[in-house]
């Protein structure tokens, strides 16, 4: 079982917050006042779940106390129950609020989606999902920019690269990452069968340039004329960017109407990967327990099927099926993400708690 903090680690939390909200108000230094409100806006929520469990181990002793006087002792007794109920919920929810926090939660992030294995379906249903990334940055208020694009001839999906900025994104995001499968009837079939395909999703922290140094002579830079599917979608400018990253091997390319942009949005991606690369590599120094138990997070696991006759979605992670996937589609998201980052809440808890 975890145990509580003690005492003076809470008390050390409360008045590090108090200090951090004096900074706010006073004025602090301005190159320091981004980070400032990060750590406050982080310990918020903290600070609430530790005043809200003492409020209640107060409330507790006064009942007590009361139950002496036969006057008080009845209506003492009903709050001394409502409170014995109550308390082991707010310790829970403190110790979920007390749970290491990920740096990178707060970082915009860049979604790559490409189709797998269904030839032209797959193609259309990457096309979906895109669009469902879309539409649900768009209900949170998030700004969503399309990186790079390439469509095939049916409005598919060959290659698409988003960068999705806001409050909290990569921490709601980030469980998008693996395969999804899609069970329908494709445009493309007369005789009405059902066929399976897929898409994958990558869903990286973007890193700031204080994360890593990526030397620039390890970059392969070219310059190329890119071209979509036809019509409006036809580029014919030699301003498309590709960049490779020659140590490990990366390709990153970026097909706006400006070289120089491509280029800067090119290398963005390309330090989100190495950046994504690196905490990989220190996820598995220090987390083999937590893999066994959620699985390894390998992008070729199957984590969700879009099953359209049945109107049905399933995420085979957390065996949650909801028959709204209509909803989904239009950008609905939330009830996955919210049991997605509930599941997962449990499980580092139950990690700290072995």
Same mark, same amino acid.
């Given at each position: 079982m975890l145990r509580m903090p003690a005492p003076e680690t809470l008390d050390q939390i409360t008045r590090r917050f108090g200090y951090l909200e004096a900074l706010l108000t006073e004025g602090a230094d301005p190159a320091q006042l981004p980070a400032i409100a990060r750590e406050y806006d982080q310990l918020k929520p903290v600070v609430a779940a530790i005043a809200d469990w003492r409020a209640a181990l107060a409330q507790r002793d006064e009942a007590r106390a009361l139950c002496a006087d036969p006057e008080m002792r009845a209506l003492a007794e009903d709050e001394l129950a409502r409170l014995e109920a109550q308390i082991p919920d707010l310790e829970h929810r403190l110790k979920l609020a007390l749970l290491p926090h990920d740096a990178a939660d707060d970082r915009p992030a860049i979604i790559e989606i490409r189709p797998g294995t269904g030839g032209e379906e797959a193609a259309l249903f990457a096309a979906d999902l895109m669009r469902i990334y879309q539409r649900y940055a768009d209900s949170r208020g998030w700004r969503c920019d399309l990186i790079s694009l390439s469509e095939t001839e049916l409005g598919g999906v060959r290659d698409a690269v988003m960068r999705i900025?806001?409050?909290? @994104?990569?921490? /709601?995001?980030?469980?998008?990452?693996?395969?999804?499968?899609?069970?329908?009837?494709?445009?493309?079939?007369?005789?009405? $069968? =059902?066929?399976?395909?897929?898409?994958? @999703?990558? @869903?990286?922290?973007?890193a700031a340039e204080v994360d890593l140094t990526i030397d620039e002579a390890d970059l $392969? =830079?070219?310059?190329? /004329?890119?071209?979509?599917?036809g019509g409006q979608h036809v580029n014919t400018t030699d301003s498309a960017v590709r960049i490779t990253h020659v140590p490990t091997g990366i390709v990153v390319t970026s097909?706006?109407?400006?070289?120089?942009?491509?280029?800067?949005?090119?290398?963005? @991606?390309? /330090?989100?990967?190495?950046?994504?690369?690196?905490? $990989?590599?220190?996820?598995?120094?220090?987390a083999a327990d937590r893999r066994a138990q959620l699985g390894s997070g390998d992008r070729s696991e199957r984590i969700r099927t879009y099953n359209f006759p049945q109107g049905r979605l399933t995420d085979h992670r957390i065996n949650l099926t909801l028959y709204a996937l209509p909803q989904i589609l239009a950008g609905e998201l939330e009830p996955v993400i919210e049991a997605l980052m509930?599941?997962?809440?449990?499980?580092?808890?139950?990690?700290?708690?072995?």
């Open positions: 900025g806001g409050e909290g @994104v990569f921490a /709601r995001l980030k469980f998008e990452s693996g395969v999804h499968r899609v069970q329908r009837v494709p445009v493309t079939e007369s005789g009405g $069968r =059902i066929h399976t395909s897929a898409a994958t @999703v990558a @869903v990286l922290p973007e $392969r =830079i070219d310059t190329y /004329r890119s071209s979509g599917a097909s706006e109407k400006s070289q120089h942009q491509n280029r800067r949005l090119a290398l963005e @991606v390309l /330090r989100a990967r190495l950046f994504d690369l690196e905490r $990989r590599k220190q996820d598995e120094a220090r509930a599941h997962d809440q449990a499980a580092r808890l139950a990690e700290l708690e072995a």
